[in-house]
C-alpha cells in the first residue's frame, strides 16, 4: 500500500485548493454510491424505483439513491454554483448569484445501471467548469462547451472500485483500497494507442445506422481481406463507463453513432455528462472525441439534456470513422 493517495497526487500536481476539496468531495460520494451498489441487494435496491427521470427512462432505486447522494455530498461544497444531474430536468442552483471562481458539476450519477440487476459494471461520470466570471441562475448560463472543461473523470463499480480523472494533462486511474478507505493511484498516465483493432458498438442497430458506420462496421468484419487488412475483435458493455475505462486502459473505439432510431433526439448520449467529460478524458489520454463531424468538445450546447452521436478512442481509428462520414 506504498501508492500515493488522491490527495497526494493532486497536491503534487498543484491542484488549487478548491479544485482539491471539490475531487474530494466527489470521490467521498463515489465512494458511498458504491457502497450502496453492494449492498443493493441486501437492501432490496436493485429494481425500479417506479419513476421515470426527464430522459423518459425507467429509474433504478439506485439511480435515485445515486443522485441524492451526489447532491447531498457535492451540493454542500461552499464552490459549487450548480449542479446539472442525468437524473434531474431542471438545473439544482445551489447559489443565488454565482461568482467567478465557483464550479458547474455536471454528472450522471449511475450510469449504465441497466447492468444493475445482472451485476455488471456501473459507474458514475463527472464533468467540472469552473466560471470566469458572475452568472444569472439561467438553463443557458449551464449551456458551456467541452472545451471549458477544467476537470472530468468517473468511478467504475465493478470488481474493484475506480476513479479516473484529468485536469487537462494526463489521465490519472486510481482504486479504493477497502482496508483505508483511500483511493489509491493504480494506473499513472492512461495512455490509449493511436492504432487499435477492438470496436465497441450496439450491433442490434445495424438496421438503423447511416451508411458511414455500416461501411466501418462491414469493414472491420471483413477481417484481413477486407479494406482494414487486419482482424478485428468486438466489446459492448451497455455501460460507457465500463467501455471508456477498457479503452482508456489498452486502446479502442466506442461508437454510439446517431441512427434512424435516435435521430429525432440526436443521438443517444447525452453531451453535459457522457460525452463531454468522456471526450476529455479520451484526448488527455492522447486519444480522438468526434460526434462522426467534428469534436465532441467544440459542440456548442443548446440545451443541458441534449444528446449527440460519440465516437471516441484511438486517434487513428476515430480520423477513419471521421474519414467514411465525410467521403
Ligand atoms: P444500449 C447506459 O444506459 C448508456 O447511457 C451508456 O452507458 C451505454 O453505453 C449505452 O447507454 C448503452 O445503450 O443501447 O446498448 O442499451
Not at 2 to 31: N, P, V, W, Y
Amino acid at each position: 500500500m506504498t501508492q500515493m493517495t488522491l490527495r497526494q497526487h493532486l497536491r503534487a500536481g498543484s491542484t488549487d485548493t478548491d479544485l482539491m476539496i471539490l475531487f474530494e468531495d466527489i470521490a467521498e460520494a463515489c465512494r458511498m454510491i458504491a457502497d450502496e451498489v453492494r449492498h443493493g441487494a441486501f437492501a432490496g435496491n436493485l429494481g425500479a424505483a417506479g419513476t421515470q427521470n426527464v430522459q423518459g427512462e425507467a429509474q433504478k432505486a439506485l439511480d435515485v439513491i445515486s443522485d441524492e447522494i451526489f447532491q447531498a455530498q457535492v451540493g454542500r461544497n461552499t464552490r459549487v454554483a450548480a449542479l446539472v444531474s442525468e437524473e434531474v430536468d431542471a438545473v439544482n442552483w445551489r447559489k443565488d448569484t454565482p461568482q467567478a471562481g465557483d464550479f458547474i458539476v455536471y454528472y450522471d450519477p449511475l450510469d449504465g445501471s441497466s447492468n444493475l440487476d445482472v451485476n455488471l459494471s456501473v459507474g458514475t461520470i463527472f464533468s467540472i467548469v469552473r466560471l470566469d466570471a458572475s452568472i444569472e441562475t439561467t438553463d443557458s448560463a449551464v449551456q458551456i462547451k467541452g472545451t471549458a472543461q477544467i476537470a472530468a473523470g468517473y468511478a467504475i463499480y465493478g470488481p474493484s472500485t475506480g476513479l479516473v480523472i484529468t485536469t487537462g494533462q494526463g489521465v490519472d486511474g486510481f482504486t479504493h483500497h477497502p482496508g483505508s478507505g483511500s483511493f489509491l493511484l493504480t494506473q499513472p498516465d492512461m495512455t490509449i494507442p493511436p492504432e487499435t483493432q477492438e470496436f465497441a458498438i450496439n450491433a442490434s442497430r445495424y438496421d438503423l445506422w447511416e451508411a458511414p458506420v455500416r461501411q466501418y462496421i462491414d469493414g472491420c468484419l471483413r477481417g484481413v481481406d477486407g479494406p482494414r487488412g487486419k482482424t478485428f475483435n468486438m466489446r459492448w458493455c451497455a455501460s460507457m463507463v465500463a467501455d471508456v475505462h477498457r479503452i482508456l486502459t489498452r486502446g479502442g473505439v466506442f461508437l454510439y453513432p446517431k441512427d434512424s432510431g435516435n435521430a429525432a433526439q440526436g443521438g443517444k448520449l447525452r453531451l453535459m455528462y457522457e460525452a463531454n467529460p468522456m471526450g476529455m478524458l479520451v484526448e488527455a489520454a492522447g486519444g480522438a472525441s468526434s460526434t462522426g463531424t467534428g469534436r465532441i468538445l467544440e459542440v456548442v450546447p443548446t440545451g443541458h439534456h441534449q444528446r449527440v452521436p460519440v465516437i471516441l478512442g484511438s486517434k487513428h481509428e476515430v480520423a477513419v470513422i471521421e474519414d467514411y462520414h465525410t467521403k
